[in-house]
């Protein structure tokens, strides 16, 4: 025990203490090593050197010969630390950016593929639901599999069965019931607007007439118009009287024809097909060609027929408003929420000649009456035992005793709220009205709007919650000529530019299901491109809807892609607003659907065109919608290719190329157009460049970007003219001397020597007038500077703008 004692003393003696270790350098033969020396007691025994370097513990008693067998090895793992070390990293990075690469997503500007709806880390379900993070794959299965629950084809049925004049008895009651469908489902918001509106009727006291005159004047025998109701609103009224021309559809080119056969117009009335351009359209070429009026009637030529298929009734007129416009044109440019506060000022586009529809018997019976030359084979029609004669022929007096009357109309709205960008808003519209049963014409949108609001509204208790607000809209007077919406947007003009997304519209929506059109802004025909690759073609089994149409052309884009015509919705969105828009339609092959605007536009007539695949087309419009309105309301970064308008831009430059030459003997030239369009290009490819780059879960950034996307539409509106004198200030779809049309036209009298008429859609300039240089270098100006603006506000903010003028 004793000597058990002493050598316990011995190694406390020997154990240093906490804080006395000090180091010093070694001398001798091991230069620049430190040895480990300790403070201790005088008359200590020194202790054995410790290696350099090296610190240790006590060892156990018999450990010592261990250590020297794993001495090599842990030298080896020693040399081996740094390898293993870099490796991880190695590792770790590699993990890291194949994960980053992989839940990024793709910019829509940066490729052929688009953003996807993906992760989002600020996403918050719905509150009655337990679910986490939705993708885009979950929210669309969700949005398939509600859809397929809903009853498209039973709501078709009993829209149509319903009265729906704008104004009417019955409009009044289904207003009420859509409201109360909207209320019931779970909206964040549901309202209603009303204007009071000018629409036009017809006088069942003095219904319009149809006389002919005799050499002396005077009116003899009264043809009857067999389908009285039919007539065209905002039709001039009054007494025209002149001598019957066969017109072909009435397009300027038509009437350049005429002119060239040494067929005079003015003073005449002229008798046109429906169909290729709108009533307006027809009625603003006759009177600037000097005609008196205007006969309309439906060719069979123009229409569906076959051995299945039913066709339009001889006996029957369609329908059509002939203001050059939307909206209440007694009221331009102003909302008619109350219109006696604005001075009495009418519209440019209303006409300032009479014109009526008839049907194809009464149509067949005046072509049997002109004489003068044959009708060019292209002119021909198929009336039975009728010839093709160009007039003219006797004369006509065509009487129109139509009245206008104040009319209350209620737009029906229903919101569900964003939870990032609230304010942004998507909207979705469909007219309600319909003269006739109309079930193409509104009882589809009107079905389709409907199964919309209520899926959204399930998926909404599902646990899905947009990013941005969803904004679903039910029109009123939209057959006197988009009345309801156009007013919307006079009334709200200042904040929609700023806030609305995009517009999807559902008019005319099903027409047949043989080819499928797409009417539509640049900025969505990217992601159009990409929806249909995912949405089953109605009527090719196996086949999605891009197979369906590019199987008749590659060019699929060339096959689907329409520009807005201007008696849709959609074009006010876009050529007033400056907020992209657009409008599916399925149509038949060749012909046009032959009973819209008409009464026999029932639900039984449009279930035997399309030979009862109604309900399977209705819902590939619904799927194709909804799927849209998931990716523009819920992508965190807007999927609007803003590159597009640099390719609509090249294109019309090859169309102003044809004149340089034209263009320089006379001392002028293009080349500021050609300038802001380089502007633009560099412009769009700096900001993809900038998104690319960019962090996508950075919510300021992506929320700037979005800003700067969503108004790439409004950027194309000239500012340089007034809204109330040109409404539609689009340099690209809009009207007036500030379009690229417009100057296309004016271009055309370089050649031509004043000779040809203006197009209709374009400007209202007389024919006769020649070219004139003042004029030219007007709407070169307004055309640069628009685009050089839209060029400008694409780069961003102003020390960003580089302009090379």
Same mark, same amino acid.
């Given at each position: 025990?004793?000597?058990? &004692?002493?050598?316990?003393?011995?190694?406390?003696?020997?154990?240093?203490?906490?804080?006395?270790?000090?180091?010093?350098?070694?001398?001798?033969?091991?230069?620049?090593?430190?040895?480990?020396?300790?403070?201790?007691?005088?008359?200590?025994?020194?202790?054995?050197?410790?290696?350099?370097?090296?610190?240790?513990?006590?060892?156990?008693?018999?450990?010592?010969?261990?250590?020297?067998?794993?001495?090599?090895?842990?030298?080896?793992?020693?040399?081996?630390?740094?390898?293993?070390?870099?490796?991880?990293?190695?590792?770790?990075?590699?993990?890291?950016?194949?994960?980053?690469?992989?839940?990024?997503?793709?910019?829509?500007?940066?490729?052929?593929?688009?953003?996807?709806?993906?992760?989002?880390?600020?996403?918050?379900?719905?509150?009655?639901?337990?679910?986490?993070?939705?993708?885009?794959?979950?929210?669309?299965?969700?949005?398939?599999?509600? #859809?397929?629950?809903?009853?498209?084809? =039973?709501?078709?049925?009993?829209?149509?069965?319903?009265?729906?004049?704008?104004?009417?008895?019955?409009?009044?009651?289904?207003?009420?019931?859509?409201?109360?469908?909207?209320?019931?489902?779970?909206?964040?918001?549901?309202?209603?607007?009303?204007?009071?509106?000018?629409?036009?009727?017809?006088?069942?006291?003095?219904?319009?007439?149809?006389? &002919?005159?005799?050499?002396?004047?005077?009116?003899?025998?009264? #043809?009857?118009?067999?389908?009285?109701?039919?007539?065209?609103?905002?039709?001039?009224?009054?007494?025209?009287?002149?001598?019957?021309?066969?017109?072909?559809?009435?397009?300027?080119?038509?009437?350049?024809?005429?002119?060239?056969?040494?067929?005079?117009?003015?003073?005449?009335?002229?008798?046109?097909?429906?169909?290729?351009?709108?009533?307006?359209?027809?009625?603003?070429?006759?009177?600037?060609?000097?005609?008196?009026?205007?006969?309309?009637?439906?060719?069979?030529? =123009?229409?569906?027929?076959?051995?299945?298929?039913?066709?339009?009734?001889?006996?029957?007129?369609?329908?059509?408003?002939?203001?050059?416009?939307?909206?209440?044109?007694?009221?331009?440019?102003?909302?008619?929420?109350?219109?006696?506060?604005?001075?009495?000022?009418?519209?440019?586009?209303?006409?300032?000649?009479?014109?009526?529809?008839?049907?194809?018997?009464?149509?067949?019976?005046?072509?049997?009456?002109?004489?003068?030359?044959?009708?060019?084979?292209?002119?021909?029609?198929?009336?039975?035992?009728?010839?093709?004669?160009?007039?003219?022929?006797?004369?006509?007096?065509?009487?129109?005793?139509?009245?206008?009357?104040?009319?209350?109309?209620?737009?029906?709205?229903?919101?569900?709220?964003?939870?990032?960008?609230?304010?942004?808003?998507?909207?979705?519209?469909?007219?309600?009205?319909?003269?006739?049963?109309?079930?193409?014409?509104?009882?589809?949108?009107?079905?389709?709007?409907?199964?919309?609001?209520?899926?959204?509204?399930?998926?909404?208790?599902?646990?899905?919650?947009?990013?941005?607000?969803?904004?679903?809209?039910?029109?009123?007077?939209?057959?006197?000529?988009?009345?309801?919406?156009?007013?919307?947007?006079?009334?709200?003009?200042?904040?929609?530019?700023?806030?609305?997304?995009?517009?999807?519209?559902?008019?005319?929506?099903?027409?047949?299901?043989?080819?499928?059109?797409?009417?539509?802004?640049?900025?969505?025909?990217?992601?159009?491109?990409?929806?249909?690759?995912?949405?089953?073609?109605?009527?090719?089994?196996?086949?999605?809807?891009?197979?369906?149409?590019?199987?008749?052309?590659?060019?699929?884009?060339?096959?689907?892609?329409?520009?807005?015509?201007?008696?849709?919705?959609?074009?006010?969105?876009?050529?007033?607003?400056?907020?992209?828009?657009?409008?599916?339609?399925?149509?038949?092959?060749?012909?046009?659907?032959?009973?819209?605007?008409?009464?026999?536009?029932?639900?039984?007539?449009?279930?035997?065109?399309?030979?009862?695949?109604?309900?399977?087309?209705?819902?590939?419009?619904?799927?194709?919608?909804?799927?849209?309105?998931?990716?523009?309301?819920?992508?965190?970064?807007?999927?609007?290719?803003?590159?597009?308008?640099?390719?609509?831009?090249?294109?019309?430059?090859?169309?102003?190329?044809?004149?340089?030459?034209?263009?320089?003997?006379?001392?002028?030239?293009?080349?500021?157009?050609?300038?802001?369009?380089?502007?633009?290009?560099?412009?769009?490819?700096?900001?993809?460049?900038?998104?690319?780059?960019?962090?996508?879960?950075?919510?300021?950034?992506?929320?700037?970007?979005?800003?700067?996307?969503?108004?790439?539409?409004?950027?194309?509106?000239?500012?340089?003219?007034?809204?109330?004198?040109?409404?539609?200030?689009?340099?690209?779809?809009?009207?007036?001397?500030?379009?690229?049309?417009?100057?296309?036209?004016?271009?055309?009298?370089?050649?031509?020597?004043?000779?040809?008429?203006?197009?209709?859609?374009?400007?209202?300039?007389?024919?006769?007038?020649?070219?004139?240089?003042?004029?030219?270098?007007?709407?070169?100006?307004? #055309?640069?500077?628009?685009?050089?603006?839209?060029?400008?506000?694409?780069?961003?903010?102003? &020390?960003?703008?580089?302009?090379?003028?």
């Amino acid at each position: 025990m004793e000597r058990l &004692w002493g050598l316990l003393q011995r190694v406390q003696q020997l154990s240093p203490g906490p804080s006395q270790t000090i180091y010093k350098r070694v001398e001798g033969t091991q230069q620049g090593y430190l040895e480990e020396e300790e403070d201790r007691e005088e008359g200590a025994e020194p202790l054995a050197h410790f290696f350099p370097m090296e610190l240790r513990g006590p060892e156990p008693m018999g450990s010592r010969l261990e250590q020297q067998n794993l001495i090599p090895w842990a030298a080896a793992g020693r040399r081996a630390a740094p390898y293993l070390v870099l490796t991880a990293l190695l590792i770790f990075t590699g993990a890291f950016l194949l994960g980053y690469v992989a839940f990024r997503g793709s910019c829509q500007a940066c490729g052929d593929s688009l953003l996807v709806v993906n992760e989002d880390i600020n996403y918050e379900p719905g509150p009655d639901s337990k679910q986490g993070t939705l993708y885009w794959s979950d929210l669309q299965a969700m949005f398939l599999r509600l #859809l397929k629950e809903g009853c498209l084809e =039973d709501t078709i049925r009993q829209t149509s069965l319903r009265e729906r004049v704008a104004g009417s008895a019955g409009m009044a009651a289904l207003t009420q019931d859509t409201r109360t469908a909207f209320s019931h489902q779970k909206l964040d918001h549901v309202w209603t607007d009303t204007h009071y509106v000018g629409l036009q009727f017809p006088d069942p006291a003095q219904p319009n007439t149809l006389h &002919w005159v005799d050499a002396a004047g005077t009116t003899s025998e009264q #043809l009857p118009l067999e389908d009285p109701d039919a007539y065209c609103p905002y039709s001039a009224t009054g007494n025209a009287t002149g001598k019957l021309v066969y017109a072909h559809y009435g397009r300027p080119e038509d009437l350049q024809n005429l002119r060239a056969r040494g067929v005079e117009l003015a003073g005449c009335l002229l008798l046109v097909r429906v169909g290729v351009i709108s009533f307006a359209q027809k009625v603003a070429s006759a009177q600037d060609f000097g005609a008196r009026g205007v006969l309309i009637y439906p060719d069979p030529e =123009d229409f569906s027929q076959g051995p299945h298929k039913p066709g339009l009734s001889s006996h029957q007129a369609v329908y059509g408003h002939v203001h050059l416009g939307t909206g209440d044109p007694y009221t331009p440019g102003f909302p008619s929420f109350n219109q006696t506060q604005f001075p009495p000022v009418e519209s440019s586009g209303l006409p300032s000649i009479p014109a009526q529809p008839i049907s194809a018997d009464i149509a067949s019976y005046l072509l049997r009456k002109l004489k003068g030359p044959v009708a060019p084979q292209e002119w021909q029609g198929h009336l039975p035992d009728t010839p093709y004669h160009l007039g003219p022929g006797p004369s006509l007096q065509l009487r129109v005793n139509n009245y206008r009357a104040s009319t209350p109309i209620s737009n029906i709205f229903g919101c569900i709220e964003g939870i990032s960008e609230p304010d942004h808003y998507v909207v979705i519209g469909a007219q309600r009205d319909a003269w006739g049963p109309g079930a193409a014409q509104s009882a589809v949108g009107t079905a389709i709007l409907l199964e919309l609001v209520r899926t959204f509204s399930t998926m909404v208790s599902n646990g899905f919650r947009p990013r941005r607000s969803l904004l679903f809209i039910s029109w009123d007077g939209g057959d006197f000529g988009s009345v309801g919406s156009t007013e919307w947007l006079e009334g709200y003009l200042s904040v929609l530019h700023l806030k609305a997304v995009a517009y999807v519209s559902l008019d005319n929506a099903v027409l047949g299901d043989d080819k499928f059109h797409a009417k539509t802004s640049p900025l969505l025909i990217s992601l159009i491109e990409n929806l249909l690759k995912q949405v089953d073609s109605p009527n090719h089994s196996g086949q999605t809807l891009y197979e369906q149409v590019a199987f008749t052309n590659p060019s699929w884009d060339a096959e689907v892609i329409q520009p807005l015509p201007m008696d849709s919705s959609a074009y006010s969105f876009t050529a007033f607003v400056g907020v992209p828009a657009v409008e599916f339609s399925f149509m038949e092959e060749n012909q046009a659907y032959p009973f819209l605007h008409t009464k026999e536009d029932t639900y039984e007539n449009l279930h035997q065109i399309l030979q009862g695949r109604l309900p399977a087309v209705a819902q590939a419009v619904a799927q194709l919608t909804g799927q849209l309105l998931i990716r523009l309301s819920h992508d965190h970064l807007l999927p609007l290719d803003f590159s597009r308008y640099g390719d609509v831009v090249l294109r019309h430059i090859g169309s102003l190329n044809e004149y340089s030459a034209d263009l320089k003997a006379r001392g002028l030239t293009l080349q500021w157009v050609y300038s802001a369009r380089g502007d633009y290009f560099r412009a769009a490819e700096k900001l993809r460049q900038e998104i690319y780059s960019s962090e996508q879960d950075d919510e300021r950034l992506m929320r700037m970007y979005n800003v700067r996307i969503m108004r790439v539409e409004f950027y194309f509106l000239s500012q340089y003219v007034s809204p109330a004198d040109s409404p539609f200030r689009h340099i690209f779809l809009g009207r007036g001397d500030h379009t690229l049309g417009a100057l296309l036209d004016h271009l055309q009298l370089l050649r031509t020597n004043g000779t040809e008429a203006p197009r209709a859609t374009s400007s209202r300039v007389a024919p006769g007038l020649g070219f004139q240089e003042s004029r030219f270098r007007r709407q070169l100006a307004l #055309l640069t500077w628009t685009l050089q603006g839209a060029a400008n506000a694409l780069s961003g903010d102003v &020390w960003n703008i580089d302009n090379n003028f």
